[in-house]
């Protein structure tokens, strides 16, 4: 069994925190909250996909 990685599953976390408060502002019909809550998304999915194209040079 393989060791669990904190840093990646704490970002797993945050992404779908994320895409949970798209469809909060949407029913709240907040532009800002759903502009904010996709530039969210992206941003923290495409930090966890450069972190591990990072650890896969790394070794």
């Given at each position: 069994?393989?060791?669990?990685?904190?840093?990646?599953?704490?970002?797993?976390?945050?992404t779908?925190?994320?895409?949970?408060?798209?469809?909060?502002?949407?029913?709240?019909r907040?532009?800002?909250?759903?502009?904010?809550?996709?530039?969210?998304?992206?941003?923290?999915?495409?930090?966890?996909?450069?972190?591990?194209k990072?650890?896969?040079?790394?070794?």
């Open positions: 069994m393989k060791n669990i990685n904190f840093l990646f599953l704490g970002l797993a976390i945050a779908v925190i994320a895409l949970m408060l798209i469809g909060v502002a949407i029913a709240d907040s532009l800002l909250g759903i502009i904010l809550s996709i530039t969210a998304t992206v941003l923290i999915t495409g930090l966890g996909f450069s972190l591990k990072k650890m896969r040079k790394a070794l």
